[in-house]
């Protein structure tokens, strides 16, 4: 057997389900290996769309997933997409075949482009290592919640293994989770008696039941509202507590309830410049705490009173034994119950339809699709001015419901989240939420959507230009000649994809989405929404301050 099968065999046995990629002759001989041994292999039109897939695959799963590309141009290719999964902390396996002559056309440092966009460049190195080198590298994915690039040298891929490498491979123990220690368990839960107003914030790292169980015992302990992180979205759906997304997406009264807290807790939460509006969200006076379970995390973007090692849900169980019996009212008030029922989602926030005949206003636009759509969904966003309309627009069920490929802030990843997204969640509908720009940068991925018979509805806010630098620099009379284009009809576009497709100007013209709806969903939904482009988003300028 030969390394390149014995890699494949040796990763499907760890565990590695699933795998995107886009073939060539250096990754055929291990990617067919991992389909014969089991594994899913979903073909994308890009390499980049292909590593996007894999990590939202990751993400919404709970599993480490793999990247198949071809040396040289196949990683380069896939890059971006690998650098937002590297600074997510994806626990996502790139296999990447290497060559092995400086002669050759595809030669490049390879570990260099890893270490250069975040991930842990790894390599096999000879038949007698390979299969352990694999397993290793699926370990450190996996317990170190990283993104790993392996290298599969050519010339290495063609050895022979011995015999019986394969006899003792399994999927490795799952990650442990770190134990607090009683100091600081007790210095936080005097913190919390002590608090009058506290806001606990959880993020990535609370993204699990378990853990929204015990923060919402430990919260209704000592009377916090709850608040997530953008990538969290979702955890405390249904809570009347909730005060949705800590951040630049706060809604008026989510942000002004944050602002007047004592205490901000940070739940396997960075608590970095989106998260707290560059550190104007915490007040002056409040105490800052936060909970993760590895120290380098802790006061990497503030300072703190107090950080906590730990597990989010061993933490918080502790916290809430060593808070005994009884209930304190902390923030939980009838006025605050009541102003969150009617204004703390950014759909109940007043506003002036700037809609027209020609445009839709995106506010109204998601308003109207969060009612049609089907409450069990998951939803996959671009990055673009349009963003933080269907990121808290469109309801989500759990945290399951949203997956927020926004780390690197590069467009074009909106429509590959989506897809890996729906792979892992066959059970919701799969809706993609684009701007112009990122649908037609990943248009080539329409195709891997009808070729997987996804029943998808892709949303495209098509303002004719990439409006982030339109309303940053115009206002200040910058020509704009740059980032505007002529009108295009996406909805074309995507019926020569096997799509079905609506243009969307006014209200009215969703009833096509209604119907597409109550019919078999058997192709794919495009709606090519033209929306009005006459100001930026509410978060916008929040986001060119962290450029």
């Known amino acids: 057997m030969k390394v ?3 890699v494949g065999r040796a990763l499907a046995a760890s565990g590695v389900g699933q795998v995107f990629g886009v073939v060539g002759s250096g990754n055929f001989h291990v990617t067919n290996a991992l389909v014969a041994a089991g594994s899913r292999f979903v073909a994308a ?6 590593a996007t897939m894999a990590d939202a695959y990751a993400r919404m799963s709970g599993t480490v997933s793999a990247l198949s590309v071809h040396q040289g141009c196949g990683l380069t290719n896939a890059l971006t ?3 937002e999964a590297a600074k997510s902390r994806t626990p996502l396996l790139v296999l990447a075949a290497e060559a092995t002559s400086p002669a050759s056309n595809f030669a ?5 482009l890893a270490r250069a966009v975040g991930a842990v460049p790894l390599r096999v190195t000879s038949a007698a290592e390979a299969v352990e080198q694999a397993c290793a590298a699926v370990r450190r994915a996996l317990h170190e919640r990283r993104t790993v690039l392996l290298n599969l040298p050519l010339d290495v891929q063609a050895e022979d293994v011995p015999d019986g490498v394969l006899d003792h491979v399994a999927p490795p123990a799952p990650r442990a989770a770190v134990t607090p220690g009683p100091d600081e368990v007790a210095a936080l839960t005097a913190l919390l008696e002590a608090a009058r107003r506290p806001v606990f914030v959880a993020g990535r790292g609370a993204r699990t039941p378990g853990a929204r169980d015990a923060l919402a015992a430990l919260a209704a302990r000592h009377g916090a509202l709850l608040a997530t992180s953008a990538v969290a979205r ?3 759906t249904g809570d009347p507590w909730s005060l949705d997304v800590s951040g630049g997406f706060s809604s008026p009264l989510t942000a002004d309830l944050i602002r007047g807290a004592d205490l901000v ?4 939460c960075a608590l970095t410049m989106w998260t707290t509006r560059h550190g104007r969200l915490i007040g002056e006076d409040a105490r800052v705490v936060q909970v993760d379970d590895e120290p380098a995390a802790l006061g990497a973007h503030r300072p703190l009173d107090l950080g906590v090692t730990g597990d989010v849900e061993l933490t918080a169980r502790r916290a809430l034994e060593a808070a005994g019996e009884g209930r304190t009212t902390g923030y939980r008030t009838a006025a605050v119950e009541t102003d969150l029922a009617a204004r703390g989602r950014w759909r109940d926030v007043p506003y002036d339809d700037e809609s027209t005949r020609e445009r839709i206003d995106p506010r109204t636009l998601n308003i109207a699709l969060d009612d049609l759509l089907p409450t069990e969904r998951v939803i996959g966003v671009d990055s673009g001015n349009f963003m933080g309309h269907p990121t808290m627009y469109l309801s989500v069920p759990d945290h399951e419901g949203l997956c927020f490929t926004q780390a690197f802030q590069s467009i074009g990843l909106g429509l590959a989240t989506a897809i890996g997204a729906a792979l892992a969640r066959p059970d919701r509908l799969p809706v993609a939420a684009l701007g112009d720009g990122g649908a037609l940068m990943s248009a080539a991925e329409l195709d891997t959507v009808r070729r997987l018979a996804l029943p998808m509805v892709v ?8 409006g ?3 309303h940053h620099f115009g206002p200040d009379g910058h020509a704009l000649d740059t980032v505007e284009f002529p009108p295009t009809d996406i909805a074309a576009v995507a019926r020569g994809n096997g799509f079905d497709a609506v243009t969307v100007r006014t209200p009215q013209d969703l009833k096509a989405v209604e119907d597409w709806l109550a019919g078999p969903r058997t192709r794919p939904l495009l709606i090519d929404a033209k929306v009005v482009r006459d100001r930026g988003a509410w978060w916008l300028e929040e986001a060119f301050r962290g450029h």
């Open 4 to 6: 390149a099968e014995a």
């Open 45 to 50: 039109r890009h390499e980049g769309g292909a």
């Open 81 to 83: 997409g690998i650098a």
């Open 108 to 112: 490049v440092d390879q570990d260099a």
């Open 234 to 236: 979702g955890l405390f």
């Open 265 to 268: 807790v940070g739940w396997g």
């Open 459 to 466: 949303v495209v806010h098509n303002d004719d230009a990439y």
């Open 468 to 470: 982030a630098e339109v």
